[in-house]
């Protein structure tokens, strides 16, 4: 894997989107000062491609991507693997309940050929744009697809490719058991432990389900062979069962149907006979239409007297009409005494004006006397003022002369001192003061009674304008109520309203007059109601018992007289009665001869059964092939012989089918035992050889083998030769070959050699990872965060020379990060990384 491109947005200390252009640099640094975010660079791209950072010591820690005050972090790095060219994406986002997840996760393969200026519109745009053929889409598709791009998951990664701060050196001064437990880890050996314990468990399962197989085998103990002839047997004879119910049924069937008939046919005749017994004509049935005679004329009698009432109430409605209309005469009334009233009140607020006025004048005179009063005080105060500040500089002058000299300068006018003047009297300021105290009291109290009365006149002006408003508006009223009134007299409105009144008391007892007749009406229609009910009643009690009859062939009706045809109906059934009495003699006869001849063909059929050892049915007979048989339903527990015998031939069959694929059952349960206890064999063997410590162990040991060898060599290149690795019951030492091949201590080297034999160690791990990595596994970089700011001059030259060593091999692309100027300084390659308050910034440099 050969990083190409890195953009970066949000990203911890990247605020603002920074773009690292890794095109061209075989050999490159990342420098600035400590903190700056060069590491972050480093975390960008294993966060990328795996969605961690080695440093977080949390897979799951996605938040550690996002600054405090971040909302939207965004990586994407494009890199070479194997010849072909990817963009890995990866956006995290808060959401607004402050969790952070990551929110899209994508692996494209870019086409052959791509402009990856292409991506500077991306990244301006803001969201991801598509750039080649999509391999994954969300994080859990991302695992997959980069270990297929890269070769290599995300532990071996941080291994091989990117070596993390601290890390460096780790593996070389590892002690034995942690190193080998790193390779565990590494390469992982953990696997064959893993296919131990799932040896073991399907052991386990193995026996388990041979206990399951032998429990089922016990429940399966009854199919025998003695069992499977003893159910055909019974097969056998249900079959001759069946046919010989079949040949017995349709003789019981002709049986039961000749004395289901002559049964039906007596139940029919002694039918007849009670609907003809039934035919008797009632009393009242001569009453009815006389009845009827009278309400009609009780009907005819109440119509007319409502007709006169309806007619003598509506004339005097109309007259009431005419007399005119009683609610506005009314209110013309009301108004009348309502002009009076308002009359009266507006004489009262016409005085009430004119005290509120006189009042108020009052108050105004008072007002400008005080005010007057109030002036006059002002001015006694201004004048006690300036008394007061004549006799304050008197004072003054006082106080000056006890230091005045005849000679000497003025100490306020500065001039010569000629003459001494007179001193003032000093009680003058006293009494100036007392008079201006005393003016002050009585010009506050003049200003108190001016405010007072002041207050007082706007009050009075306040009531009189709304006295005047009330009395304005009510001879506003007045006016309007004589021009509604003008041309009305309060006499002919009374005259009028007792007119209308008699009128309505007549037009109220007419009305009563009205009610009470259509009360007779409605109670005479009710009577001629029921009337007509109770003729039409009896006709319809006539005509259900002559339909009773009807199919017996009754004599045609006269609907004009229900007497005449009561007698008429009676008759005749009285004659129909007498002559079918006669007949029921010889059905009766009949009747008992077809049952006793369906009594013996049902005794036949149950000595069947009872000799098949089977219940006798109780259903109804049904001869075979009228319906279906319905073995081993619901409706079997009354049965006909018929269906009863293909019931019992289908149990038999069921029987012997369920027997035998119970024997089939239990063979198959056999084999699969031999099965099961075949497969637990093979997994208790497997388990007990890996159970054996001596298989990692020697796993192990071929792997240290192979890593020395390789780091030996490797190291062999990058000292010219000078110094080889080797190991000692998993102990490292180094040969230095200019020193007569002595054997050192890997604890004993000086800080350049550690790191060449760490690097070296760490070329040959990546190297044999690819080897047994089971992807293709591209190792195109290598990408080192070690401190070097502790190195002193002498060893610091020999990690840049090593360096140097190992981009000219020109195997991979040599990138690391570093504060020290001394190494920037041999990097052809510089990415300069600075930070200020709000954001990390790269720069590159060509050295």
Known sequence: MRPLRLDIEGFTVFRELTTVDFTDADFFALVGPTGSGKSTILDAICFALYGTV?????????????????????????????????????????????????????????????????????????????????????????????????????????????????????????KPAQRQQILVNLLGLSVYEEIRNRATTLATEADAQLAAVDRQLGELADATDEALALAAERVDAMRSLAVEVSAAVPLLVVAQRDAQATRAALADLDGELDRLAEVRAPAEAGDLAA??????????????????????????????????????????????????????????????????????????????????????????????????????????????????????????????????????????????????????????????????????????????????????????????????????????????????????????????????????????????????????????AFDEVRDAVAPLGPPPTDREDLAAAWRLLSEWARLEWNARRDRRTELATAQEAAQAAAVAATAKIAKLFTDANLPVPTGPVQPAGDGPAGAGSARAERVGPAEAAAIAVERAESAHARLVERREQADRLAQRRADHERDGQLARALATHLRANNFERWLLEEALDRLVEGGSRILRELSGGQYELVHDKGEFFVIDQHDAALRRGVRTLSGGETFQASLALALALSEQLTGMSTGAASLESILLDEGFGTLD?????TVAATLENLAARGERMVGVVTHVGALAERVPVRFEVRKDARTARVERVQG
Not at 144 to 169: D, K, R
Not at 793 to 797: E, G, H, K, Q, R
């Open 54 to 174: 080695p440093r977080w010591n949390d897979r799951r820690a996605v938040a550690n991507a996002l600054p405090p005050s971040g909302a939207q972090a965004r990586v994407r790095l494009v890199f070479e693997s194997a010849g072909s060219r990817y963009a890995a994406t990866r956006v995290v986002r808060r959401d607004s309940k402050g969790r952070v997840t990551t929110s899209h996760a994508g692996l494209e393969l870019l086409p052959k050929g791509f402009d990856l200026s292409i991506l500077d519109k991306d990244s301006a745009a803001g969201d991801p744009l598509d750039l080649g053929e999509p391999l994954a889409g969300t994080p859990a598709e991302m695992e997959q697809a980069v270990l297929s791009a890269i070769g290599l998951p995300y532990e071996q990664f941080t291994s091989c490719l990117v070596l993390p701060q601290g890390a460096f050196a780790e593996f070389l001064h590892a």
């Open 793 to 797: 001059v002498s060893t610091l030259d």
């Open 291 to 540: 009845a009827g005679a009278a309400a009609d004329a009780e009907l005819a009698r109440t119509t007319d007297e409502v007709t006169a009432a309806e007619e003598h109430e509506e004339r005097l409605r109309a007259e009431l009409a005419e007399a005119g209309d009683v609610p506005t005469m009314h209110r013309l009334l009301d108004q009348f005494v309502e002009r009076d009233r308002i009359a009266v009140q507006g004489g009262d607020f016409t005085g009430a004006v004119g005290q509120a006025e006189a009042e108020y004048e009052k108050a105004v005179r008072a007002l400008d006397a005080a005010s007057e009063a109030s002036a006059m005080a002002a001015e006694e105060v201004a004048a006690a003022e300036h008394a007061v500040e004549q006799a304050r500089t008197a004072d003054r002058a006082a106080s000056l002369r006890p230091h005045l000299r005849v000679g000497h300068a003025c100490p306020v006018c500065t001039q010569q001192v000629s003459e001494l003047p007179a001193m003032p009297e000093a009680p003058a300021l006293t009494a100036a003061s007392a008079r201006l105290t005393e003016t002050r009291r009585r010009a506050e109290a003049a200003g108190a009674v001016a405010v007072s009365r002041d207050r007082a006149v706007r009050d009075l002006d306040k009531a009189a304008s709304r006295v005047r408003a009330e009395r304005d508006a009510l001879n506003r009223q007045l006016v309007t109520l004589d021009a509604k009134l003008a041309g009305v007299e309060p006499a002919a409105l009374r005259a009028g309203l007792d007119a209308a009144g008699r009128l309505q008391r007549d037009l109220d007892t007419a009305g009563r007059r009205v009610r009470t007749t259509r009360d007779e009406h409605r109670r005479a229609s009710s009577q001629v109601s029921r009337a007509r009910q109770r003729l039409a009643a009896a006709w319809r």
